[in-house]
């Protein structure tokens, strides 16, 4: 049973004069600001969570595979610490929700096959299998036929098929729409509604820039007019992140769109259930993955590109990418020819340089020192963005770590996510410095290390 909850009347979103006052400030609705706002929420604190389009970024597109174990890729083993957190996470994180009064976020433990289309593809799943066990992560090989026997419409033609029962999903979509809808509820006399804010917690606008006062930062000034005055502001607004002004003076979001396409198909009745895991594919060296869905559709995804297509803008469709998911998943699933085509959608995934997030306060480094030693973190600021394609597995753990971090808390595991930690040491500016104008461009990031995007998957 949900508990005893009261409603917020419906408000107009700030207007041009308003001041709006909270204790957290969440800039960026998508799968990680969400998750966040929440959590921040049940620790008691009022929110608001700006964004003109909620939902619509990276996480409208994504699959949602909660894939630690699929998503292992060599030379990422730093990040499996976090996946593998934010994976256990999980189950706790969709009860709480449901507990909450949400709808259905479509969270289910189904498992997932690594499917292999020819003996290269097959010697690659083995390879990876090899690093996956190193990291002692559980995957099984299957017998043609014993994958056959659980999934009767995979192809006779496959190489081989391996079992990782710990990799599941969820419906970023419902998900989202499960956040909003607990977001919206107040305890009564709890005195988290937030006043001028749709349903309490949401300012429908964009974010122009972060506010400043006595060296701290002290809120969001909006695109049209009005601020939200908040002891503590979080930057979690994706690929957009380095574009706010205001941000500390140095502080350097090296942040670039990785492109994917994905389907939505609907399965005739006939041949429910398509599927039962989700199936990750190699196909002559190439990745698709399809997951299928407890309403009786799947997705199929995700083709990866760094260069957006001209013309329509971020979410344009590749008809490349559309042939190649349709066609390397009727390898897999012959039966993929009889779905009907639902929905085809592309949009930008945040990636940083190392692919892990950028995600923690950032520091004060005494400014003109050069020496950059770090002399504490800036006040009321967090950052939590760069979650590449793994942002809706990680959205519990960033959200318990940006908790922690209100909480006054810092979790030693976490540092290396520093968002800093592509900045000059020495020019991210102390506080008493005071914020930048604008923010700084990001670096180069062709002269940064960079982890081979072209292992993208998800
Ligand atoms: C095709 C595809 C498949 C994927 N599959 C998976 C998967 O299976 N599993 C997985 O874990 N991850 C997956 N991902 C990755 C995942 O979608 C992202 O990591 C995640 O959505 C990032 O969430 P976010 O909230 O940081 O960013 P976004 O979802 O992009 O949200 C950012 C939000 O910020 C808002 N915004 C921008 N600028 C401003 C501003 N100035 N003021 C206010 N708001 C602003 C935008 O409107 C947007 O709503 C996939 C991504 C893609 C593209």
């Known amino acids: 049973m949900p508990p005893a909850t009261s409603n917020p009347p419906e408000t107009a979103s700030a207007s041009p004069a308003a001041v709006l006052h909270a204790d957290v400030a969440v800039i960026g609705g998508g799968v990680i600001g969400h998750a966040i706002a929440w959590e921040a929420r049940r620790s008691g604190r009022s929110v608001v969570l700006i964004d003109d389009a909620p939902g619509n970024g990276a996480s409208w597109a994504a699959a949602g595979m909660l894939a630690p174990v699929s998503e292992l890729h060599y030379q990422e083993e730093d990040l499996l610490e976090l996946m593998l957190a934010s994976s256990g996470l999980w189950p706790a994180f969709a009860a709480d929700l449901a507990l909450a009064g949400a709808g259905e976020t479509g969270y289910l433990t189904t498992p997932t096959l690594a499917i292999g289309a020819d003996a290269a593809d097959r010697r ?22 014993a994958a056959r ?37 107040h305890e009564p006399g709890a005195g988290t509604a937030v006043a001028g804010a749709r349903g309490g917690f949401a300012v429908d606008q964009r974010a122009a820039a972060l506010l400043w006062e006595d060296g701290r930062v002290s809120g969001v000034k909006l695109a049209h007019g009005g601020t939200v ?44 259930p398509l599927l039962t895991s989700t199936v990750r594919g190699m196909v002559h060296g190439v990745p698709v993955y399809i997951v299928p869905r407890q309403d009786g559709t799947v997705v199929i995804g995700a083709t990866q590109r760094e260069d957006a297509l001209a013309g329509t803008g971020d979410g344009a469709v590749s008809a490349g990418g559309v042939y190649q998911l349709l066609r390397d998943a009727q390898v897999l699933v012959p039966a993929v020819s009889e779905l009907e085509l639902l929905e085809c959608t592309a949009r930008a995934r945040p990636a940083t340089p190392d692919n892990a997030p950028l995600l923690g306060r950032v520091p004060v480094r005494a400014a003109g020192t050069g020496s950059g030693h770090s002399t504490g973190n800036i006040a009321g600021l967090i950052v939590a963005t760069g ?21 006054g808390r810092t979790d030693p595991r976490w540092g290396a996510l520093s968002p800093a930690r592509f900045s000059e ?34």
């Open 124 to 145: 690659a799943l083995m390879d990876l299998r090899a690093v996956q066990q190193a990291s002692g992560l559980v995957v099984e090989p299957l017998t043609v036929r």
């Open 149 to 185: 026997t659980r999934e009767s419409l995979l192809s006779p033609a496959i190489s081989c098929a391996l079992d990782i029962p710990a990799d599941h999903q969820v419906d970023p979509r419902k998900l989202v729409a499960c956040l909003q809808e607990v977001l919206a509820v």
């Open 229 to 272: 005055q908040a002891r503590e502001t979080i930057v979690a607004n994706g690929l957009q992140a380095a574009s706010l002004d205001g941000l500390p003076e140095g502080l350097q979001l090296p942040l670039r769109p990785v492109y994917g396409d994905i389907l939505r198909l609907a399965v005739p009745q006939h041949l429910r």
């Open 425 to 458: 040491k020495h020019q991210v500016a102390g506080t008493e410095h005071g914020p930048a104008g604008a923010p700084s461009p990001p670096k180069d990031i062709s002269s940064m290390k960079d982890l081979d995007p072209q292992k993208e998957t998800a």
């Open 387 to 407: 979650f590449f394609r793994h942002g809706v597995l990680l959205a519990p753990a960033a959200a318990a770590i940006c908790r922690d971090l209100l909480d």
